[in-house]
């Protein structure tokens, strides 16, 4: 893997990371800051899975694992519908694709990536009281 689908995949998994913590912070179906701020981080992981795609068509068939259309389609439904997303469908992708996303994309990068790559700590996301 090159140095730039490298980095596209670790800055795919701190803007997952990001969504994650915020959607844990705000109650984005009544705060349009929160919701704001998830949607952009959501949107921006889409946006590095099609810059990948765009930068090495074989890599997503060398990784099956990721859900590449939908990654790049959710992407699109935030943009170009902003308004109109579904709260709930937010919470879906936040609680339960997000999670999986991350650890797919930690599996790809393997355990050398984690200890050579930048230094960050993770961002956990924070319980709602």
């Known amino acids: 893997m090159d140095d730039e689908i490298r980095d596209r995949l ?12 915020a959607g844990a912070r705000f109650d984005y179906a ?6 704001a701020a ?17 930068q090495d068509r074989d890599f997503p068939v060398a990784h099956p694992e990721i ?3 939908h990654v790049q389609a ?9 308004e109109k997303m ?9 609680e339960i694709h997000l999670p999986e996303l991350l650890r797919q994309i930690d599996r790809i990068l393997g355990p050398s990536d984690e200890a050579d ?6 961002v956990r996301a924070a319980r709602r009281s």
């Open 86 to 94: 579904d709260h709930d469908v937010i919470r879906g992708i936040i």
């Open 30 to 35: 009544r705060d349009a800051l929160g919701m």
């Open 10 to 21: 670790m800055l795919a998994r701190t803007c997952a990371e990001q969504a994650i913590a």
């Open 74 to 82: 959710t992407r699109h439904r935030i943009v170009h519908g902003y």
């Open 117 to 122: 790559g930048p230094q960050r700590p993770r």
């Open 67 to 69: 859900p590449w259309r």
């Open 38 to 54: 998830v949607a952009h981080s959501i949107e921006q992981v889409g946006e590095q899975f099609v810059a990948i795609e765009r």
